[in-house]
């Protein structure tokens, strides 16, 4: 079940309930097809029963969650076509956002890009230090998600990322799922090449690179993951 999780300075019980049973949710603590109980969920995040109901309503919004009349709520199961249709848009979207901070791209975002990129290469040198690879699988997904979003915000389209972001749910649970560690050593090389496209102003590489670094996930999964992944997903 749900771990007790931090709330942040100055968050509501509705914002902290959302976001303490989403991050479980996409960390996969709580697991595609679990039964959400409200009073369980209630008791571990010391809220009422409000706040969370209205949060599960909210992530079954976003396709994390089902709600069953007379039933219950279940933690949705993956949706693979859904991976892909995010994956198609997630693509489109970020190859013209790439393709501009080839012409024109902020310092700052740069060597937030850089730092950003330093501190998944450090993540990768304490692989060794977390007893649970689902730990820094998630630990990973947090640095990507941002750098991501710097190459968004850097050209003043953070709504277009968060919009991204909730659809690609999917995207990450199923990465979550796989936990493979050669996938985050081909995705810290392909970050420190989309920042080298962007100094180098080579625009010619954006479709191959992020082409690779978006759909080799989904390309392994169709090859060689179809069974482990089976029982959490969709049929």
Known sequence: MLEMSARLPGENNINFSYRAIREGILSLELKPGQL?????????????????????????????????????????????????EAANMWFDLEKECLKSACHVFPKDSLNQL????????????QQSDFPDPKEFIGEFCKLDEEFHSIIFDGLRRNTTWKAISHMASDYHRLIMLKQANDDVKHMVAEHRDIISIIE????????????????????????????????????
């Open 36 to 84: 959400l109980n409200v009073g369980e969920l209630s008791e571990t995040l010391k809220v009422s029963s409000t706040p969370i109901k209205n949060a599960l309503w909210k992530l079954q919004q976003e396709h994390l969650v089902d709600l069953i009349p007379q039933v219950g709520s279940y933690v949705s199961k993956i949706d693979l076509e859904l991976v892909e």
């Open 200 to 235: 180098k102003r080579e625009s010619e590489k954006v479709v191959t690179v992020l082409r690779n670094h978006i759909f080799r996930p989904m390309d392994d999964w169709r090859t060689g993951h179809k069974t482990e992944i089976s029982e959490f997903a969709l049929t």
């Open 114 to 125: 850089k730092r950003n990129l330093n501190f998944q290469e450090m993540l990768l040198d």
